[in-house]
């Protein structure tokens, strides 16, 4: 019996791993519970969860990586969604370009595009909480 790692075979962190919230938990060494957040009006509060299990997954996945918003030759990848009348898609990933007058980042992005594509497809119904309204 071979036992499961989470290091791909040339021995590096393999970030496919982290297929669930609880995964990216388990990994960042944080109780996989959602944050309790009492606010005046509870619209907000679905997109404030998803978005708190967004930067785990984030913090799992980049493996230690940190974005530095002051160096403008770091290439820093998320993923791009388009709202469409036929519901969320998936665009691809894109990069933050370095001729902002304000170093403003964000804590959803990682190193690699695919990386970014990875997190797109596989936490789809997080970025609908967060991004949309919904019911």
Not at 35 to 40: C, G, L, Q, S
Not at 45 to 54: E, R, S, T
Request: aromatic content about 18%; overall charge neutral; proline content about 4%.
């Amino acid at each position: 019996m071979t036992k499961k790692t989470n290091k791909s075979a040339s021995g590096e962190f393999d970030y496919k791993s982290i297929r669930t919230f609880e995964d990216a938990c388990k990994k960042t060494g944080i109780e996989p519970s959602e944050p309790e957040i009492k606010a005046v009006h509870s619209e907000p509060v679905k997109a404030m969860i998803a978005y708190y299990k967004l930067v785990i997954i984030f913090l799992a996945i980049n493996n230690g990586w940190k974005p530095d918003w002051s160096d403008y030759s770091q290439w820093k990848y998320y993923p791009w969604f388009y709202v469409l009348s036929s519901g969320f898609g998936f665009v691809g990933s894109a990069f933050r370009c370095g001729l902002s007058p304000a170093d403003v980042g964000s804590r959803l992005c990682t190193s690699t595009s695919d990386k970014a594509l990875y997190i797109a497809g596989q936490f789809k119904d997080l970025y609908q909480e967060y991004l949309l309204y919904s019911e």
